[in-house]
């Protein structure tokens, strides 16, 4: 039952974002939309940015969290675009808040995890050295950041599943 509910704080939540923009949210607006208390929203979590940090946790761990044996890193790179995708509204939300900075944190967090599994998968091929890992992990954790904002600078205008696929393919084509 707790993880039903906060599936539906998580559903509301984004319901919201895309109807009245972060910075407009209550909590009381969510637990409204739940048709629940707002204790309930505090017993899952501590305020709106805890919300979002788990938000982005959550998200990187359904990408890659258990492991995904014998994925390829062109592959991987697509589930990746494929999620930014889907949580359009909740970007588009980061990034239009005032308080973006704190909310980078916790995309930086969800790159981080993310560049991590992806040197798991390139590290396992090219038998990389510790240094070079943390190295790499920095690079493309850079690096995607890096395409989200100029995604958001784009006012969110392309596919970034399509964006993805056109990058992949190219990797296909050295590797």
């Avoid at 048709?35 to 899952?44: A, C, D, E, G, V």
């Avoid at 990746?80 to 704190?102: P, Q």
């Avoid at 798991?120 to 510790?130: A, N, S, T, V, Y």
């Avoid at 399509?162 to 393919?169: A, D, M, N, Q, S």
Wanted: proline share 2%; charged share 25%; net charge negative.
């Amino acid at each position: 039952m707790e993880n039903l509910t906060k599936r539906e704080i998580e559903r509301s939540f984004l319901v919201l974002l895309g109807e009245k923009g972060l910075e407009k949210v209550t909590v009381g607006d969510i637990a409204s939309a739940c048709r629940m208390n707002r204790n309930t929203f505090y017993y899952h979590f501590k305020d709106i940015p805890s919300l979002l940090e788990s938000m982005f946790l959550e998200r990187a761990e359904r990408l890659f969290g258990g492991g995904v044996p014998g994925m390829s890193l062109s592959d991987a790179l697509e589930r990746f675009y494929a999620c930014l995708e889907e949580n359009r509204v909740l970007f588009s939300a980061v990034f239009a808040s005032s308080r973006r900075d704190l909310y980078m944190g916790y995309f930086g967090v969800f790159c981080g995890k993310v560049a991590s599994w992806l040197v798991g998968i390139i590290g396992g091929e090219q038998k990389l050295l510790p240094v070079q890992v943390d190295a790499v992990v920095e690079i493309l954790k850079c690096e995607f950041i890096g395409q989200v904002v100029q995604w958001a600078d784009s006012g969110f205008s392309y596919n970034m599943e399509e964006y993805g696929l056109k990058i992949c393919r190219g990797i296909k084509s050295f590797i």
